[in-house]
């Protein structure tokens, strides 16, 4: 049951009765939505500060549903009662005004021993201001106030208590949030509900205890933290998105909230006790991979190849290791544990993007131009490798000085195991000195390149788009069994379509024959192979148009497809 729009006190009263009679999950979405999220950003815009939680005074404008819950959560968080001031529309909550016969029980509990006051009063010397009132009743004065650095939450709806504008021009030291989404900073909590639900469901929670809720405050503020998916920042026109004071919660449209916050209800959830799913049934990441397939194939996949990564982590050299994307990736691969990486290029560019970019990461970073010794051992593999193709010892030791040969020839010397560029060089300039220096599979001698792509939710693969121009048959047959190998290990029983200008001989002549010959030789090398062709790129992806040949060897669209040339 997720109670909305109930006035205080009567919703303490009935959520708690609810709480009490029922053994399913109940919340009321104002009291505790709020308290959740803009909890998360009092952690982290604590941290942007430097002040420890301990020691802030909050002030809160409004005594309310949202406001009380809001101050208790604050407490759990780490805030001292007596550091908490709550303003009703009639002054701040205090111990001769509870005597007096004008606070209810819940309003009470944060009466402080104190002289009577107003909001202006209040917010002197405040650390935090928490805006759970109307509009406009902030003014810049009350700001100017306020102590160095304050946080100031105006969430006020439609009109905060104070515009983020009109911060600024007294404090330029603020930090500011609302609930709006035309400034940064929205506290909605659309962050919340949602995904407290979903774990508390998944695990059949008997209900939502205040360890899920704290749990979820602190899944919202540690994702803040981490590098913000290229998807995301284009969802809100390209944004450059990172920790600090214009981001201290994630957007509202961000799909990993969905991993990061209802993974953690749900572990809070099993932890305590309040779960019918057993702690020994219960397996976080098995679930943190259950929600990301629920986003879609292609998290899906992702979730399934890091798994498999980060079993048997992989020393990973980045040629472009000076490229913001590059860097961003490289974060990315760090705190998701998916490999070593090794970054080449200049220390000092390289620390100067990570410092724009706001990232914290160590990793092995190497600078081409001051590593004689391994320059020098792999000019002399490299002579050895190409020198009766024309290549002298000079031309070797000038060509390491490039990121792009240095590379995968720490590949070839086994100081990495796998080489990603491309970035910011075109794709010849990358893929020849791969050949010149690691070469193809031994087992097959053949390179192949290869697309993946989700369509309509299922994965195609398609080979060879970017290396071989004009295969043979041989070739053609190689090209099929290595893409379809590479499908199988993504758990796809390849379907596999030899494509081609004609249906089955429509237009009989030599390079659909040099196809034909390819399926025989493909059948030969994997005899469980399911291939079919020559045949149009429509027949082999629509099913009615499949209808008119019956002898097809497989049914529905296939997901491997294989270009007669490039």
Same mark, same amino acid.
């Given at each position: 049951?997720n109670?909305?729009?109930?006035?205080?006190p009567?919703?303490?009263e009935?959520?708690?009765?609810?709480?009490?009679?029922?053994?399913?999950p109940?919340?009321h979405?104002?009291?505790?939505?709020?308290a959740?999220i803009?909890?998360?950003?009092?952690?982290?815009?604590l941290?942007?500060v430097?002040k420890?939680?301990?020691?802030v005074?909050?002030?809160?404008?409004?005594?309310?549903a949202?406001?009380?819950?809001c101050?208790?959560?604050?407490v759990?968080?780490?805030?001292?009662p007596?550091n908490?001031?709550?303003?009703?529309?009639?002054g701040?909550?205090t *111990?001769?005004?509870? @005597?007096?016969g004008?606070?209810n029980?819940?309003k009470?509990?944060f009466?402080?021993?104190?002289?009577d006051?107003?909001?202006?009063?209040?917010?002197?010397?405040?650390?935090v201001?928490?805006?759970?009132?109307?509009?406009?009743?902030?003014?810049g004065e +009350?700001?100017?106030?306020?102590?160095?650095?304050?946080?100031?939450?105006?969430?006020?709806n439609?009109?905060?208590?104070i515009?983020?504008?009109?911060?600024?021009?007294v404090?330029?030291?603020?930090?500011?949030?609302?609930?709006r989404?035309?400034?940064p900073?929205?506290?909605?909590?659309?962050?919340?509900?949602?995904?407290?639900f979903?774990?508390? #469901?998944?695990?059949?929670?008997?209900?939502?205890?205040?360890g +899920?809720?704290?749990?979820?405050?602190?899944a919202?503020a540690?994702l803040?933290?981490?590098?913000?998916?290229?998807?995301?920042?284009?969802?809100y026109?390209?944004? @450059? #998105?990172?920790?600090g004071?214009?981001?201290l919660?994630p *957007?509202?449209f961000d799909?990993?909230? &969905?991993?990061?916050?209802?993974?953690?209800v749900?572990?809070?959830?099993v932890?305590?006790?309040v779960?019918?799913?057993?702690a020994?049934?219960?397996?976080?990441?098995?679930?943190?991979?259950?929600?990301?397939?629920?986003l879609?194939l292609t998290?899906?996949?992702?979730?399934?190849v890091?798994?498999?990564?980060?079993?048997?982590?992989?020393?990973?050299?980045?040629?472009?290791?000076?490229d913001?994307t590059?860097?961003?990736?490289?974060s @990315?691969?760090?705190s998701?544990g998916?490999c070593e990486?090794?970054? &080449?290029?200049? &220390?000092?560019?390289?620390?100067?993007v990570?410092?724009?970019?706001?990232?914290?990461f160590?990793?092995?970073t190497i600078?081409?131009?001051?590593?004689?010794?391994?320059?020098?051992?792999?000019a002399?593999?490299l002579?050895n490798?190409?020198?009766?193709?024309?290549l002298?010892?000079?031309?070797a030791?000038?060509?390491?000085k490039s990121?792009?040969?240095f590379?995968?020839?720490?590949?070839? +010397?086994g100081?990495?195991?796998g080489?990603?560029?491309?970035?910011?060089?075109?794709?010849?300039d990358?893929?020849?000195?791969?050949?010149?220096?690691?070469?193809?599979?031994?087992?097959?001698?053949?390179i192949?390149?290869?697309? +993946?792509?989700?369509?309509?939710?299922q994965l195609?693969f398609?080979?060879?788009?970017?290396?071989n121009i004009?295969?043979?048959?041989?070739?053609?047959?190689?090209i099929?069994?290595?893409?379809?190998?590479v499908?199988r290990?993504f758990g796809?029983?390849?379907?596999?379509?030899?494509?081609?200008?004609?249906n089955?001989?429509?237009s009989?002549?030599?390079?659909?024959?040099?196809i034909?010959?390819?399926?025989?030789?493909?059948?030969?090398?994997?005899?469980? &192979?399911?291939?079919?062709g020559?045949?149009q790129?429509?027949?082999a992806?629509?099913p009615?148009?499949?209808?008119?040949?019956?002898?097809?060897?497989f049914?529905?669209?296939?997901?491997?497809?294989?270009?007669?040339?490039l």
């Amino acid at each position: 049951i997720n109670l909305e729009d109930i006035k205080a006190p009567e919703c303490f009263e009935i959520e708690q009765r609810l709480v009490a009679e029922l053994d399913i999950p109940v919340m009321h979405d104002d009291q505790h939505g709020t308290a959740i999220i803009s909890g998360a950003a009092l952690l982290n815009g604590l941290e942007v500060v430097e002040k420890k939680i301990g020691s802030v005074k909050v002030v809160v404008s409004g005594a309310g549903a949202s406001a009380i819950s809001c101050a208790h959560h604050y407490v759990r968080l780490g805030v001292k009662p007596a550091n908490i001031v709550l303003v009703d529309s009639k002054g701040i909550l205090t *111990k001769s005004r509870d @005597q007096a016969g004008e606070l209810n029980q819940y309003k009470a509990e944060f009466a402080l021993d104190m002289e009577d006051g107003d909001l202006a009063s209040a917010m002197e010397g405040a650390d935090v201001f928490l805006g759970l009132s109307k509009g406009g009743i902030v003014s810049g004065e +009350m700001v100017s106030k306020m102590a160095e650095r304050p946080l100031i939450f105006a969430l006020a709806n439609p009109d905060p208590e104070i515009s983020p504008d009109d911060v600024y021009a007294v404090r330029e030291d603020a930090i500011v949030a609302t609930g709006r989404s035309d400034y940064p900073n929205q506290i909605n909590n659309v962050l919340g509900f949602p995904y407290i639900f979903r774990g508390a #469901l998944d695990v059949r929670s008997k209900e939502i205890t205040e360890g +899920m809720k704290m749990a979820a405050t602190h899944a919202i503020a540690e994702l803040a933290k981490q590098p913000v998916p290229d998807d995301v920042a284009a969802a809100y026109g390209g944004e @450059q #998105l990172q920790f600090g004071p214009e981001y201290l919660i994630p *957007k509202p449209f961000d799909a990993r909230v &969905l991993i990061w916050e209802a993974s953690a209800v749900a572990e809070a959830a099993v932890n305590e006790g309040v779960a019918r799913v057993s702690a020994d049934e219960f397996d976080v990441e098995r679930y943190r991979e259950e929600l990301e397939s629920r986003l879609g194939l292609t998290r899906s996949i992702m979730r399934r190849v890091i798994n498999i990564a980060r079993k048997d982590k992989k020393r990973i050299v980045f040629s472009e290791g000076e490229d913001p994307t590059i860097i961003k990736a490289v974060s @990315q691969c760090i705190s998701e544990g998916i490999c070593e990486p090794i970054l &080449l290029g200049q &220390l000092e560019r390289i620390e100067a993007v990570k410092e724009e970019m706001g990232l914290n990461f160590e990793c092995e970073t190497i600078d081409v131009r001051y590593d004689p010794r391994r320059r020098t051992t792999y000019a002399d593999e490299l002579h050895n490798l190409r020198g009766r193709k024309g290549l002298t010892q000079e031309d070797a030791v000038r060509l390491l000085k490039s990121p792009t040969y240095f590379a995968p020839m720490m590949v070839r +010397m086994g100081d990495a195991d796998g080489y990603l560029g491309g970035v910011s060089h075109h794709y010849p300039d990358i893929v020849k000195p791969c050949l010149h220096t690691i070469g193809p599979d031994p087992d097959s001698h053949r390179i192949v390149g290869m697309y +993946m792509m989700t369509v309509n939710g299922q994965l195609m693969f398609i080979g060879d788009a970017t290396i071989n121009i004009y295969p043979d048959s041989r070739t053609l047959a190689e090209i099929a069994v290595q893409t379809a190998k590479v499908a199988r290990r993504f758990g796809v029983k390849p379907k596999v379509a030899m494509l081609s200008f004609s249906n089955f001989g429509t237009s009989p002549e030599l390079r659909t024959d040099r196809i034909e010959e390819a399926i025989s030789i493909a059948r030969e090398l994997d005899p469980d &192979l399911i291939i079919d062709g020559p045949m149009q790129a429509d027949t082999a992806l629509v099913p009615d148009i499949q209808e008119e040949y019956p002898f097809m060897a497989f049914e529905g669209a296939a997901n491997v497809l294989i270009c007669p040339n490039l």
